[in-house]
Protein backbone atom coordinates (compact mmCIF):
# COMPACT_ATOMS: atom_id res chain seq x y z
CA UNK A 1 0.00 0.00 0.00
CA UNK A 2 1.31 3.72 -1.36
CA UNK A 3 0.31 6.26 1.26
CA UNK A 4 0.62 9.71 -0.09
CA UNK A 5 -0.15 12.33 2.60
CA UNK A 6 -0.50 15.84 3.21
CA UNK A 7 -1.22 18.10 6.25
CA UNK A 8 -4.42 20.20 6.28
CA UNK A 9 -3.02 22.70 8.75
CA UNK A 10 -1.95 24.74 5.18
CA UNK A 11 -3.98 25.41 1.51
CA UNK A 12 -8.05 24.02 1.28
CA UNK A 13 -9.09 20.15 1.71
CA UNK A 14 -9.78 19.89 -2.28
CA UNK A 15 -5.76 21.01 -2.43
CA UNK A 16 -4.70 18.95 0.12
CA UNK A 17 -6.67 16.00 -1.63
CA UNK A 18 -5.07 16.22 -4.67
CA UNK A 19 -1.86 16.54 -3.37
CA UNK A 20 -2.12 13.03 -1.45
CA UNK A 21 -3.01 11.43 -3.60
CA UNK A 22 -0.62 12.75 -6.65
CA UNK A 23 2.15 12.02 -4.36
CA UNK A 24 1.01 8.55 -4.21
CA UNK A 25 0.33 7.72 -7.62
CA UNK A 26 4.07 9.59 -8.47
CA UNK A 27 5.36 6.36 -6.69
CA UNK A 28 3.05 4.22 -8.25
CA UNK A 29 3.76 5.31 -11.53
CA UNK A 30 7.83 5.12 -10.86
CA UNK A 31 7.74 1.67 -9.20
CA UNK A 32 5.64 0.05 -11.94
CA UNK A 33 7.72 1.77 -14.61
CA UNK A 34 11.53 2.01 -13.80
CA UNK A 35 11.26 -0.70 -11.32
CA UNK A 36 8.83 -3.32 -12.90
CA UNK A 37 6.52 -3.93 -9.72
CA UNK A 38 3.19 -5.39 -11.13
CA UNK A 39 0.53 -2.94 -10.83
CA UNK A 40 -1.22 -5.41 -9.19
CA UNK A 41 0.51 -5.87 -6.45
CA UNK A 42 0.01 -1.96 -4.99
CA UNK A 43 -3.07 -0.08 -3.73
CA UNK A 44 -2.76 3.85 -3.72
CA UNK A 45 -4.04 5.90 -0.63
CA UNK A 46 -4.26 9.34 0.18
CA UNK A 47 -5.16 10.98 3.46
CA UNK A 48 -4.85 14.28 4.95
CA UNK A 49 -3.78 14.47 8.27
CA UNK A 50 -5.24 17.24 10.68
CA UNK A 51 -2.08 17.11 13.13
CA UNK A 52 0.73 15.14 12.34
CA UNK A 53 2.47 13.84 14.95
CA UNK A 54 6.20 14.90 13.55
CA UNK A 55 5.82 17.65 10.77
CA UNK A 56 8.19 16.30 8.04
CA UNK A 57 6.35 13.26 7.53
CA UNK A 58 3.08 15.42 6.09
CA UNK A 59 4.27 15.39 2.60
CA UNK A 60 5.26 12.08 2.39
CA UNK A 61 3.97 8.96 0.69
CA UNK A 62 4.55 5.53 3.06
CA UNK A 63 4.93 2.17 1.97
CA UNK A 64 3.49 -0.65 3.74
CA UNK A 65 3.51 -4.37 3.64
Known amino acids: TLSGTA ?3 TGT ?3 NE ?3 KARGE ?3 KLL ?3 YGVAP ?3 VVQSKVVAK ?3 PEMSRTVTISF
Request: glycine letters at 0%; zero cysteines; hydrophobic letters at 30%.
Open 32 to 34: TEK
Open 7 to 9: DAT
Open 18 to 20: YLS
Open 26 to 28: YIY
Open 52 to 54: PAH
Open 13 to 15: MKR
Open 40 to 42: DRL
